[in-house]
């Protein structure tokens, strides 16, 4: 593959074929708490891409320009974990002047993503693999997008299951795993199209 179409790749595969929810199962705690309704879902779906694109970014620069050139790059989960929660903490702010509606929706969810491991999975992934600056904002917006389609996928179905006769043994959280599988199944459908180291 051509390097100028590596970012492009990683982007895609990061949304489909190596999506940080269903492939590498980071980020079910809130995935499984906040997929009942679709408005919530969406709400935080767009302030995971918001927050997993910036901070991929703002952690690659710390990374880059901070912890390397002096030596502390074994301080790296402590320092992205703060990156992640002063981001989050200004989302949490922005979130509550604009929309109270969806402040008080999205609840107690919306400083969990500060501990969200999606996010800082995206993070130790672009720096495991090694990925340059464009590369891992890219990585991280499309980890964010995959994330949030994930969540926006099982919202829709979880409305539809409301309607529907279910088991007893199968209401809730085990109905839900069981379709969480079948959507990490589907996704690897994708897989041999699109794959990232």
Known sequence: MESSLFPVAVFFASIFTSNILLTNYLGMCSFLAVSRELK????????V???MATTSLLNWMVYRYLL??????YLRFIVFIVVIAAFVQLVEMIIERVSDGLYA???IFLPLITV???????SLFMVIRDYDMLTSFLFGLGSGIGWS???LAMAGIRQKLNAARIPRGLEGAGITLIITGMMALAFM????MITIQ
């Open 68 to 73: 390397i050139p002096l030596e502390l790059e």
């Open 49 to 51: 891409i918001f927050v």
């Open 116 to 122: 969200n491991c999606a996010i800082l999975g995206a």
């Open 105 to 107: 929706a999205l609840g």
């Open 149 to 151: 389609l994930a969540i």
């Open 40 to 47: 919530t879902s969406l709400g935080l779906g767009a302030a």
């Open 189 to 192: 459908g994708f897989s041999g």
